[in-house]
C-alpha cells in the first residue's frame, strides 16, 4: 500500500468535468439516491464508496444517461444528460457492473463492433495491448479468466477513447491479485488524463485509487473529501500499538498527551488511541525512558475509511 | 454502415449458436423428413410401388382368366396368382400382401343365377393401399356385372381434379411445413436472443453507447428476415428433391409471402422476449404460442376438421391466412392478389404486432 502511485498521476485541475445537483431517483417506495450533489474536477480518480444498496450505481446510471432522474440535474462536460444523452455517451466510456458481452463473437469482432457506434474509435487490437490481453483477440469472452474478463470490460469501455469513465465495481469478485493488476490498469488509465468516476465497496480501493472519495449510505452522500482528510477529521484517527517488557502502569499511559483510550492486551501489547500521533509518540518515548518497563515496539496505524464509515453510520461497511 | 455490421454480427451470433441453430433449422426440418418418408412420392427411403394384389382362383374358367388380365392391366396393381390361402392371409396380416381375392368354383356357372357368385376381398383395413384397392375392385365388379348383363350404358363419370395437378397430402403439407418453420425460427430464436441479451445486460451495454435504439432492432429484424427465408428454401428444396413434392407456383411470390408473413412472426419474438425474465422462460412461452398455433392453423389437419368456434377465432390469427394464401400461391399457382381478406387479416398483424413489441421493448 506504500507503493501509492497517486503522487505520479497526472495532477488535476479545477475543470469541472462531472456536476451533479440535487440528483433523486425513487422507484415506487424506494428512494435510490436522495437529493445528492457533487462535482468531480478534469483527471481526478474520484470513488464512491458504501454498502450494497447505497444508490452508487443507480447514480452512475443517471450521469450516464441510462436512468432518468426523478428530480436533479447532471452535467458531463458541459452537456446535461437529460437534455442531450446522444452527445454524452459519445464522450464517455461505461464500465457496467456484472455486464457480459456477446457469446459467439471474438474479442476482436465485439471491439471492432462497439467501435462502429461511436464517431472515433480506437483500434481494437492496440485496446486489448493496453489491457495485456493481445493474445486472446480470437477468444471468445466465454474463456476468459475473471480478471480477464474484467480488463475486457475496462478496454471496451476505452473504445471510443473516452475523456470521463465510469467503473461500476470494477474488481468485486476478483482474488486479491487479480484486483491489484486491474489497479494498474485504472491508474494507467488515468495517467493517459482520463477522469475515472469508480464504485466499490472495498475500502481500500477506495484508498489506494481515488484523489476524493463520496462515501454514500441509504441513497444519500454521508462524506466526501480526500481519503486523508477523512481520516484525520475521525476524533481518534491514529492508532498507536506498543510492546512493553517490565511493570507499567496504564493509567500512566492513559494519561499522556492526546491519548483517548488504553487497551492492554496479554504479552505487553498495549494500544492506544490517540487524537494526534505527533504528540502522543513523543510522549511515549519520554514515558519509556522514565519508567522502569522497557519499550520493544512502536507501530502508528492510521485509522482508514473503513473507521469513517463506522464512525459515521455506526455500522461497519463490510456487512 | 452501422446496420450492416451489426446485421453480420447478428447473422454471425446466430450461425455460431450451434445449439439454437440445431432447433431453429434442423427441428422443422426433421418434418419434412418424417412426413416425406410417409407420404412423400418416389422417395428413396420408401417404396411405394403399386399395390400388391394375390388372386386365388378356384373357379378356373374363362370369366376368372379374362377378369385376372383386366385386372393385370391396371397399372397401379400388381397381380399375382397364388394356391395357398392360409399363407396369403398370413401375408395380409404381416403387410407384406395388400389385397387378396378368392374367386369361387364355378364363377362364370354361377354368375347368370341368384344369389351371385361370392367372390372374397380379404385386406387389413389398417392398410391404406389395400383399402383403396378395395374400391378399385368394387367398381371393376360393378363393371363386369354390368357387362355380363349387357346393360346399356347411361352414366358416364368424368373426373376433373381441381388442383389441376394431383396434388399428395405431402405436396399440400410442405409449403405449410416451411411456413411453420419459418415461425418457429423467427418466434423462438429472436425472444431467446432478446431475453439472453437483456440476462446478460447485453442490451444495458448497447444503451451506454449511442448506437440507436431503432438501429438495434432494425438490425435484429433484417438478421431474422434472412435466415428464415434461407430456411424455408432448405426445407422446400429437401422435399422437392428428396421426397418428390411438387411446387407448381411462383418461387418469388412465395419469397416474398415469407418476409411478409415473418414480420409478424419477428414482432411477436421481441414481444415473447420482452415477457420473458429467462432464456428458458422465453423459450417456453415461444412454444406455447408456436405450438397450438401450428396444430390450430391447419399446417396438418384441414380447417374445416376444427369446431367451429375455434375455427372462426383461427382464421384471424396470423398463420392461418398466411397458410391459405401460401398454399394457393405455390400449389394452386395463383397471385396472391386474390387473397384480399388473408392479405388484410396479415397486415393488420403486421402493424398490431410491430406497435406492441415497440411500446413493450425494455433494456433491463
Request: glycine share 8%; proline share 5%.
Amino acid at each position: 500500500m506504500d507503493e501509492r502511485k497517486k503522487g505520479m498521476i497526472v495532477s488535476t485541475t479545477d475543470e469541472i468535468v462531472i456536476q451533479v445537483e440535487g440528483l433523486t431517483k425513487r422507484y415506487d417506495d424506494l428512494t435510490a439516491v436522495d437529493d445528492i450533489s457533487f462535482s468531480v474536477k478534469r483527471g481526478e480518480i474520484f470513488g464512491i464508496l458504501g454498502p450494497n444498496g447505497a444508490g452508487k450505481t443507480t447514480t452512475l446510471e443517471c450521469i450516464e444517461g441510462i436512468v432518468t432522474p426523478t428530480s436533479g440535474r447532471t452535467v458531463v462536460l458541459g452537456l446535461d444528460t437529460q437534455n442531450e444523452p446522444k452527445e454524452v455517451k459519445q464522450r464517455i466510456g461505461v464500465q457496467l457492473q456484472a455486464s457480459a458481452y456477446f457469446d459467439h463473437l471474438t474479442l476482436k469482432e465485439i471491439l471492432d463492433l462497439f467501435g462502429r457506434f461511436y464517431k472515433r474509435s480506437a483500434a481494437p487490437i492496440e485496446l486489448l495491448e493496453r489491457v495485456a490481453l493481445e493474445g486472446r483477440a480470437g477468444a471468445t469472452v466465454a474463456n476468459l479468466s475473471g480478471g480477464q474478463r474484467q480488463r475486457f470490460t475496462i478496454a471496451a469501455a476505452l473504445i471510443n477513447e473516452p475523456e470521463v469513465v465510469f467503473l461500476d465495481e470494477p474488481t468485486t469478485g476478483l482474488d486479491p491479485q487479480a484486483r491489484r493488476s486491474l489497479w494498474e490498469f485504472v491508474l494507467a488509465m488515468n495517467e493517459q488524463g482520463r477522469t475515472i468516476v469508480l464504485t466499490t465497496h472495498y475500502m481500500e480501493e477506495a484508498e489506494f485509487l481515488c484523489h476524493r472519495v463520496a462515501i454514500m449510505d441509504g441513497g444519500k452522500i454521508v462524506a466526501l473529501d480526500t481519503p486523508d482528510n477523512l481520516t484525520r477529521a475521525l476524533p481518534v484517527p491514529y492508532e498507536i500499538k506498543i510492546a512493553v517488557e517490565g511493570e507499567y502502569s496504564a493509567d500512566a499511559l492513559q494519561r499522556l498527551a492526546d491519548v483517548e483510550d488504553v487497551i492492554a492486551e496479554e504479552g505487553g501489547i498495549v494500544r492506544l488511541s490517540s487524537s494526534d500521533a505527533s504528540n502522543s509518540v513523543p510522549a511515549i518515548m519520554r514515558w519509556s525512558m522514565a519508567s522502569d518497563a522497557t519499550l520493544n515496539h512502536l507501530e502508528v496505524v492510521p485509522a482508514s475509511l473503513e473507521d469513517v464509515f463506522l464512525h459515521i453510520t455506526g455500522r461497519a461497511l463490510s456487512e | 454502415m452501422i446496420l450492416f455490421h451489426l446485421t453480420i454480427a447478428n447473422l454471425k451470433l446466430v450461425l455460431r449458436n450451434r445449439q439454437a441453430l440445431f432447433w431453429a433449422i434442423l427441428f422443422p426440418l426433421i418434418f419434412v423428413v418424417v412426413f416425406g418418408i410417409f407420404f412423400g412420392r418416389g422417395n428413396p427411403f420408401s417404396d411405394n410401388g403399386p399395390t400388391s394384389v394375390a388372386v386365388i382362383d378356384r373357379a378356373q374358367d374363362e370369366l376368372s382368366a379374362n377378369l385376372i388380365e383386366s385386372l393385370k392391366a391396371q397399372e397401379d396393381l400388381s397381380v399375382e396368382r397364388r394356391d395357398d390361402e392360409t399363407a396369403a392371409r398370413q401375408d395380409i396380416e404381416d403387410g407384406n400382401l395388400n389385397l387378396l381375392l378368392i374367386f369361387p368354383e364355378g364363377l362364370s356357372r354361377e354368375a347368370y343365377d341368384s344369389p351371385p357368385a361370392q367372390m372374397m376381398a380379404i385386406f387389413d383395413e389398417t392398410n391404406i393401399p389395400g383399402s383403396i384397392a378395395v374400391g378399385t375392385i368394387r367398381s371393376f365388379v360393378d363393371g363386369t356385372n354390368l357387362q355380363l348383363a349387357q346393360a346399356p350404358k347411361r352414366i358416364e363419370l368424368s373426373v376433373e381434379s381441381v388442383t389441376g395437378d394431383e396434388l399428395s397430402y405431402f405436396d399440400t403439407l410442405l409449403p405449410g411445413l416451411a411456413v411453420w418453420g419459418v415461425m418457429n425460427f423467427s418466434i423462438l430464436g429472436l425472444a431467446t436472443t432478446i431475453a439472453a441479451y437483456r440476462e446478460k445486460r447485453i442490451l444495458v451495454r448497447i444503451q451506454v453507447t449511442p448506437l440507436p435504439v431503432s438501429m438495434f432492432f432494425a438490425s435484429q429484424v433484417l438478421a431474422y428476415m434472412f435466415l428464415p427465408l434461407a430456411q424455408a428454401a432448405i426445407m422446400l428444396i429437401t422435399g422437392v428433391v428428396l421426397f418428390g413434392a411438387s411446387i407448381q407456383g411462383s418461387l418469388p411470390q412465395f419469397a416474398l409471402l415469407v418476409i411478409i408473413g415473418n414480420s409478424v412472426f419477428v414482432s411477436m419474438g421481441f414481444i415473447v422476449g420482452a415477457f420473458s425474465r429467462t432464456v428458458a422462460a422465453a423459450s417456453g412461452l415461444g412454444n406455447a404460442i408456436g405450438l397450438p398455433l401450428m396444430f390450430l392453423s391447419g399446417v396438418f389437419f384441414p380447417l374445416d376438421t376444427l369446431p367451429t368456434v375455434i375455427r372462426v377465432v383461427v382464421e384471424y390469427l396470423p398463420l392461418a391466412p398466411l397458410l391459405e394464401v401460401v398454399r394457393g400461391v405455390t400449389l394452386h399457382s395463383k397471385s396472391f392478389w386474390e387473397f384480399p381478406v388473408e392479405l388484410a387479416i396479415i397486415g393488420c398483424w403486421i402493424v398490431a404486432s410491430a406497435i406492441v413489441a415497440t411500446k413493450t421493448f425494455r433494456f433491463r
